[in-house]
Nanobody, 122 residues
């Protein structure tokens, strides 16, 4: 299971930190990713972190504002979101993918959380 938390309502320019706790899978062996989906839009890959070397990848839309990290001892992944903008409003999902290589394609991921709502007001 993957369980997200940390979403909420924040003003533009503010910050939030999302958490994703994994259970029932060997966390250290999985690539972890964050996705988001706004109403009427496709699910978008925004960041992922490798399982072997913790290399990270970011979508251009969040680069420089969001930071992904993982704590293997706690089976937890984080997404620090700074300088939030109204266009960041979406449901945010964490996902896990077997293997070592990151991917922004949601079809490559095996497990998903239930999502957490992030709303940024202008």
């Amino acid at each position: 299971d993957l369980v997200e938390s940390g979403g909420g309502l924040v003003q533009a320019g503010g910050s939030l930190r999302l958490s994703c706790v994994a259970s029932g899978l060997p966390f250290k062996d999985y690539v972890m990713g964050w996705f988001r989906q706004a109403p009427g839009k496709e699910r978008e890959g925004i960041s992922s972190i490798n399982s072997d070397d913790d290399a990270t990848v970011y979508a251009d839309s969040v680069k420089g504002r969001f930071t992904i990290s993982r704590d293997t001892a706690k089976n937890t992944m984080y997404l620090q979101m700074d300088d939030l903008k109204p266009e960041d409003t979406a449901v945010y999902y964490c996902a896990a993918k077997r293997g070592i290589s990151a991917s922004d394609n949601p079809n490559n991921y095996d497990y998903w959380g239930q999502g957490t709502q992030v709303t940024v007001s202008s």
